[in-house]
C-alpha cells in the first residue's frame, strides 16, 4: 500500500476562507451535472478540476452529512466554474460505492468527495488503484482506513485527505445548554456506536453533568444506541416510552434517526436537539414549530470549500496524505469554529444567552473547560446526572 507520513494539522493554522456556501438540492435524486468547465490551470496543473460527490447511506435531502456536502460542492462549482455532479450508490455496501467511484472516475471526475465513517474501506480499495484522483473524505478516521484493532502507525494514502471532528465538543456544549435552559430529564439516542456517536454521547453528558454541578440540580439522561441511522417504528416506540414518561429532550445523533425522536416528541410537546448540521428548519417545518433546542455542528461545508479551494488554487500537497482533527479555532469570533451550536436557530432563553454560549467557546477554546475525547467506552459515566443506559435497540 503506497502512503506517506501522516500528519495532523491544526485547524488554526488553515489560510483559506472558512465561509460554507448552500444552495437548494435538485428534486430528483439522480446524478446530475451542476456548474460549468473550469480553467485547466485551475487544479494547480494543465487538468481541468471537475469534483464528483459520491453519497453515503441517505441521499442529498437528508439534511444532514449528504446534503450540506452536496449543498456545498455545488455551491463551490457554480462560484468557481467548476463542473460538478453528484452519485448515489444502488444501496448500502462497499461495493455499490466503489462502483459509483468506478463511475465517476470514468466519466473524467478527478475530485471525489465523500462524507461519512462508511467510505473507508471504499478508499482502501480505490486510492491505489486512481494515484491520480484527489479524494477528499469527511469523517473518515484512521481507525476507520485501519480497523480498531491495528496499530496505526502514522501513515494514510498520498492521494487522500481526511477531515475528522472533535464531536465532543458540540456535545459538550448542547447538553450543557439544554440544563442550563432548565431541562433535567434529557435522552441521548445514538445511531451506531461508532466513535463519532461515541465522542457526541460522552460529551452532551459531560456537559449537561457540569452544568448540573453548577446549578446544583438533580439530572437524568436516559442512553441508547438505535443500532441504525435512520428511525423506524422499534426506535420510535422505545421514545415514545421515554417521552411519555417525562424525558422532556433527545439528543437524537445518527442521520436520519432524528425522524422516531421527533414522532414521539410530537405527540407530547417534547423536544429535540439535532445533529452535524442545522436541523431545525427540517424538523420544525415537519414535526411543529419550535421543537428543535438547538443542533450539535460539525463544519462540514467550510471544510469542503477550503479544501475545494486549496485544490483550485494548486495548494493540494497541503492537505494531501493528512487527516485533519477540526474542532475550535478562535475564541473571538464562533463563525471561524469546525464545532458548534447554530447562533441563530438555538432557543435561547433567559437562563442560557447567546452570550453565554460565547463565553463557553471562550472558556473551552482557553481551556478553563476540558472535556475528554476518549470514545472507547459506549457507556458514558458522570457524577452528578444520573445515567439510565441502555444498550442498544437493534
Known amino acids: 500500500m503506497k502512503k506517506r507520513i501522516f500528519a495532523v494539522m491544526m485547524a488554526a493554522t488553515m489560510a483559506f476562507s472558512l ?29 481541468e478540476m471537475k469534483v464528483a460527490m459520491v453519497t453515503d447511506y441517505g441521499d442529498i435531502t437528508d439534511q444532514s452529512f449528504n446534503q450540506s456536502t452536496y449543498e456545498a460542492c455545488k455551491a463551490f462549482g457554480e462560484e468557481n466554474n467548476i463542473s460538478f455532479t453528484y452519485y448515489k450508490p444502488e444501496g448500502d455496501s462497499t461495493a455499490e460505492r466503489v462502483a459509483k467511484i468506478d463511475k465517476a472516475v470514468s466519466d473524467g471526475y478527478n475530485v471525489i468527495v465523500m462524507p461519512g465513517f462508511a467510505f473507508a474501506e471504499a478508499i482502501t480499495e ?12 469527511l469523517d473518515v478516521s484512521e481507525f476507520d482506513l485501519e480497523g480498531e484493532n491495528s496499530n496505526f502507525d502514522g501513515k494514510t494514502f498520498d492521494n487522500v485527505f481526511s477531515a ?58 436516559n442512553y441508547v444506541y438505535g443500532g441504525d441511522f435512520k428511525g423506524d417504528a422499534d426506535i420510535t416506540a422505545v421514545m415514545d416510552t421515554w417521552y411519555q414518561g417525562g424525558t422532556e429532550v433527545v439528543f437524537a445523533c445518527g442521520g436520519g434517526i432524528y425522524t422516531s425522536a421527533a414522532e414521539a416528541a410530537a405527540k407530547v410537546n417534547g423536544k429535540i436537539i439535532g445533529v ?3 436541523q431545525s428548519g427540517l424538523i420544525n417545518s415537519t414535526y411543529g414549530d419550535g421543537i428543535t433546542v438547538t443542533s450539535a455542528m460539525k463544519g462540514l461545508k467550510s471544510t469542503v470549500n477550503t479544501v475545494l479551494s ?24 464562533t463563525s471561524l469554529n469546525y464545532v458548534g451550536l447554530p447562533e441563530e436557530t438555538t432557543a435561547w432563553n433567559d437562563t442560557f444567552k447567546l452570550e453565554d454560549y460565547k463565553q463557553l467557546v471562550a472558556d473551552m477554546v482557553n481551556g478553563t473547560v476540558k472535556v475528554s475525547n476518549d470514545s472507547s467506552k459506549e457507556e458514558p459515566t458522570a457524577t452528578k446526572a444520573k445515567i439510565n443506559y441502555q444498550g442498544s435497540i437493534k
Open 19 to 47: 465561509v460554507g456556501c448552500g444552495s437548494k438540492a435538485p428534486a430528483s435524486n439522480e446524478t446530475e451535472q451542476g456548474g460549468a468547465k473550469g480553467d485547466e490551470s485551475a487544479n494547480g496543473d494543465d487538468t
Open 126 to 137: 480505490t486510492a491505489d488503484m486512481y494515484p491520480n484522483i484527489k479524494f477528499v473524505a
Open 164 to 221: 475528522v471532528y472533535q464531536e465532543e465538543l458540540p456535545g459538550y456544549m448542547a447538553g450543557y445548554a439544554a440544563v442550563k435552559m432548565g431541562y433535567t430529564k434529557l435522552g441521548f439516542l445514538g445511531g451506531m456506536a461508532v466513535p463519532a456517536v461515541v465522542r457526541y454521547g460522552s460529551g452532551f453528558v459531560q456537559g449537561a453533568d457540569a452544568a448540573a454541578k453548577e446549578l446544583d440540580t438533580d439530572v437524568s439522561i
Open 276 to 278: 452535524d448540521v442545522d
Open 310 to 333: 486549496a485544490i483550485k488554487d494548486g495548494q493540494w500537497s497541503t492537505y494531501a496524505g493528512k487527516i485533519d482533527n477540526l474542532g475550535l479555532v478562535s475564541a473571538d469570533d
